[in-house]
């Protein structure tokens, strides 16, 4: 059974920082790209970052700069971690694994809330 569990997620203030992490079960974790998404409320889901098996890194925009994802194979987790949180930051927060024609797996999310 696939299993893919966030946690990390809460309440900070404005400039604070949280680290965001999940631990995936049921797959071949290090071939997989993993991903972070988010939805904020009354938006659709949107990309946040990705980390490759070569461990290369992508960012949206308003991300880069404030965030950092990071793997680790051994322990079959990804992480996020979120420096600078700015209000607009607040969504719920995925993390999806992703393998070459095979239906991508998705986490049941974390509320992550920046608000003063």
């Known amino acids: 059974q696939v299993q893919l569990v966030e946690s990390g997620g809460g309440r900070v203030q404005p400039g604070g920082s949280l680290r965001l992490s999940c631990v995936t079960s049921g797959i071949a974790f290090r071939m997989y790209l993993m991903g972070w998404y988010r939805r904020a409320p009354g938006k659709q889901r949107e990309f946040v970052a990705s980390i490759s098996t070569g461990d290369i890194v992508e960012y949206d925009d308003s991300v880069k700069g404030r965030f950092t994802v990071s793997r680790d194979n051994a322990k079959s987790t990804v992480y996020l971690q979120m420096d600078n949180l700015k209000p607009e930051d607040t969504a719920v927060y995925y993390c999806?694994?992703?393998?070459?024609?095979?239906?991508?797996?998705w986490g049941q999310g974390t509320q992550v809330t920046v608000s003063s």
């Open positions: 999806k694994a992703e393998l070459a024609y095979i239906t991508p797996w």
